[in-house]
């Protein structure tokens, strides 16, 4: 598969991941940015099949929303605009993505994983790099809180 195409078919998703993580628009679009560079740098070394460069992107793009997750900027500053996540197009179809934005980040991931991307346990665990047991006690904990947030609103 050509980068170009990799890139058309990606680009969407690797973006609304980066999101659910900084819940900012600016610095989703520079996770997703450095993700595909990276991708395009390293692109001999991904297995060709597309399910394996998309799991690839994903933990490329985590593991880039963590560390600027870790930066001073995001320690310090509280940047959540609720307008930018209501009138942003790419989620008028999705309104949980709203939702997601109040539960914690360890919660908020594998639900974005389970139900917007549609992996399962087992593939959000090796994404993660967490067991499965974690990341069926997350989804079971982030569907409560979900729930509740639901409920107030």
Same mark, same amino acid.
């Given at each position: 598969?050509?980068?170009?195409?990799?890139?058309?078919?990606?680009?969407?998703?690797?973006?609304?991941?980066?999101?659910?993580?900084?819940? @900012?628009?600016? !610095?989703?679009?520079?996770?997703?940015?450095?993700? /595909? =560079? %990276?991708?395009?740098?390293?692109?001999?070394? $991904?297995?060709?099949?597309?399910?394996?460069?998309?799991?690839?992107?994903?933990?490329?793009?985590?593991?880039?929303?963590?560390?600027?997750?870790?930066?001073?900027?995001?320690?310090?500053?509280?940047?959540?605009?609720?307008?930018?996540?209501? @009138?942003?197009? !790419?989620?008028?179809?999705?309104?949980?993505?709203? /939702? =997601? %934005?109040?539960?914690?980040?360890?919660?908020? $991931?594998?639900?974005?994983?389970?139900?917007?991307?549609?992996?399962?346990?087992?593939?959000?665990?090796?994404?993660?790099?967490?067991?499965?047991?974690?990341?069926?006690?997350?989804?079971?904990?982030?569907?409560?809180?979900?729930?509740?947030?639901?409920?107030?609103?």
């Amino acid at each position: 598969m050509e980068f170009e195409q990799i890139y058309k078919t990606y680009y969407k998703d690797v973006y609304r991941l980066a999101y659910s993580y900084v819940l @900012n628009k600016q !610095d989703a679009e520079d996770i997703m940015q450095k993700s /595909f =560079l %990276k991708l395009y740098k390293n692109i001999k070394k $991904v297995n060709n099949s597309s399910n394996d460069i998309k799991k690839w992107l994903f933990r490329i793009t985590i593991n880039d929303c963590k560390d600027l997750l870790r930066t001073f900027k995001f320690k310090t500053l509280s940047f959540v605009n609720e307008e930018n996540i209501i @009138n942003n197009e !790419d989620y008028t179809k999705n309104d949980l993505i709203y /939702f =997601l %934005k109040s539960i914690p980040l360890n919660y908020r $991931v594998p639900l974005f994983l389970h139900y917007y991307e549609g992996y399962n346990v087992k593939e959000i665990a090796k994404i993660m790099h967490k067991s499965e047991s974690s990341i069926k006690m997350r989804l079971s904990r982030g569907r409560e809180i979900l729930k509740k947030e639901m409920e107030e609103n």
